[in-house]
């Protein structure tokens, strides 16, 4: 049986280590008979492009990476605010157009409500999501519809990551 391959979605790739992380949740895949996919496996030369140009042939190419997987798992830690990083959210979005099974984690336990200052509205006075879910209830219910969400409260740290991360590969298996 060929193993399932995995698209490894999150704000990951912005990290000072994102190589280090990338080849840790891969290999933690490779543990668990699955094949990871970072976004940075992609070898495409940039030199040439201008950076418009090259934003462009990155998506190209995580379109085609996504493509080529069974399923994704995503960081939907919050990241630069108080949801999930909007690049991850695309792609969940993409995957469920796809119906592929999604698969989340956060590593902020709390309602998504709860991480937005105010209590009905914010300081603009808009509404605030408020369904006692850890992100905007169309990325928990993609995570939902065909495979889950895992959310803990933990420092956010590489070591940590890895763990709800194998814990999300745990319940995949079983």
Not at 85 to 96: K, L, N, P, S
Not at 126 to 146: H, K, P, R, T, Y
């Amino acid at each position: 049986m060929a193993q399932r391959s995995v698209y490894l979605a999150g704000p990951d790739v912005f990290w000072p280590n994102a190589d280090e992380l990338g080849a840790a949740k891969k290999k933690l895949c490779q543990q668990y008979g699955f094949s990871g996919h970072f976004p940075l496996d992609t070898e495409l030369d940039l030199s040439e492009l201008s950076p418009f140009e090259a934003g462009l042939a990155i998506f190209q190419a995580n379109i085609s990476l996504m493509d080529s997987c069974d399923l994704i798992i995503a960081n939907m830690t919050p990241f630069r605010g108080p949801s999930m990083d909007v690049g991850t959210a695309f792609e969940m979005g993409y995957i469920t157009a796809l119906k592929k099974p999604i698969w989340g984690y956060s590593l902020d336990g709390r309602v998504y409500s709860d991480r937005v200052e105010g209590t009905t509205s914010d300081a603009d006075g808009f509404s605030i999501e408020s369904f006692a879910m850890a992100d905007n209830l169309m990325m928990v219910g993609a995570a939902d519809q065909l495979g889950g969400l895992l959310t803990e409260t933990l420092p956010e740290n590489m070591a940590n990551h890895l763990h709800v991360f194998e814990q999300i590969l745990k319940q995949i298996k079983s």
